[in-house]
């Protein structure tokens, strides 16, 4: 597992550009481009970042589109593009709707994307919640639980050390079907995404993380102390990697308007704030910046590596 905490607070970020809800995306997002995903996979390079993420969508129908937009580039594509222009930063998926496709499919993608990038991949999987999308590509959308539950399974086999590797459940089966590249981990971390119960009892008995959707900070701790409890109950030892969303943050004084619920302020102040999460049973923390061009982006970014950072674990 790439990431261990060993009781430090590390931090990611999930990459603009590559999706574009209305919910989160910023107004310069709609003009910017590779160029500007290469500058911010830099940036994030050298400012200490644990991972860039890009999440994953097939088609978005048209009663949904004018939320979440047409915008999701593959995360796949876009993370072995950025492999090749970053050198330590991790890259995940968050989160790879993986029932969508066959298991297979799905592990000759990520175990390339690993062997490529050196050993950088965390792959994050989540059910899904676009009825069409699953319809679209004959995917079993009411059963999307159970089947990322076995999906997980399968690849699991499907991305360890064999080059033949095997598995057999209700709905996937494979044996004698050889894939190389291998992964160049020798066990690939899965983190499992969601808020549900559904979802933390899946982190629970089968993530090596779990990757909650933007829980409010006063709903973590019991989710935690949930996931913890079904993990102990299961008896799984190995350590699990926690993860939270933190509030859009603007490191110093913005002087425009960020929204009433963006963290600002001088890093000190900022440090103390984030280091709640940790004191929450929290590892990796994934932040949002606002921002108004991908200057002011990767200038927030590189503050926030060299001011912020170094008091996260004060």
């Not at 994030?44 to 890009?54: E, I, T, V």
């Not at 999906?151 to 089966?173: H, K, V």
């Not at 590249?181 to 899946?202: E, F, T």
């Amino acid at each position: 597992m790439p990431i261990l905490p060993n009781g430090r607070l590390v931090y990611g970020m999930q990459l603009p550009v590559q999706s574009q809800s209305t919910i989160y995306a910023e107004a310069w997002e709609a003009g910017a481009g590779p160029g500007d995903l290469v500058k911010i996979a830099r940036a994030a390079d050298r400012s200490g970042f644990a991972y860039l993420a890009s999440c994953d969508h097939v088609a978005i129908p048209r009663r949904l589109a004018g939320a979440m937009s047409t915008i999701w580039y593959d995360p796949v594509a876009t993370l072995a593009f950025l492999a090749g222009v970053t050198e330590r930063v991790l890259l995940m998926s968050h989160v790879a709707v993986v029932g969508l496709r066959h298991p297979l499919v799905t592990a000759k993608q990520y175990a390339t994307l690993d062997h490529l990038s050196g050993g950088r991949l965390i792959l994050g999987v989540g059910a899904g919640h676009v009825r069409e999308e699953f319809e679209a590509v004959g995917a079993d959308f009411e059963r999307r639980g159970a089947v990322l539950d076995e999906t997980i399974d399968a690849l699991r086999a499907a991305l360890g050390p064999e080059e033949y590797p095997s598995f057999r459940g209700e709905r996937y089966a494979f044996e004698g079907l050889g894939q190389r590249p291998r992964p160049a981990q020798r066990r690939v971390p899965v983190w499992v995404g969601g808020s549900s119960p559904a979802a933390v009892r899946r982190a629970a008995l089968r993530g090596d993380g779990w990757l909650p959707q933007g829980d409010p900070r006063d709903q973590l701790p019991t989710r935690i102390a949930r996931l913890k409890e079904l993990r102990e109950q299961a008896g799984v030892e190995e350590p699990i990697v926690v993860g939270a969303i933190t509030e859009p943050l603007y490191v110093g004084e913005p002087g425009w308007g960020t929204g009433r619920h963006t963290l600002t302020g001088k890093p000190e102040a900022l440090a103390e704030s984030l280091r709640a999460y940790r004191a929450m049973g929290v590892d990796q923390i994934q932040i949002r910046f606002r921002s108004r061009g991908c200057a002011e982006l990767t200038d927030q970014m590189a503050a926030f590596g060299a001011e912020v950072a170094p008091h996260l674990h004060d």
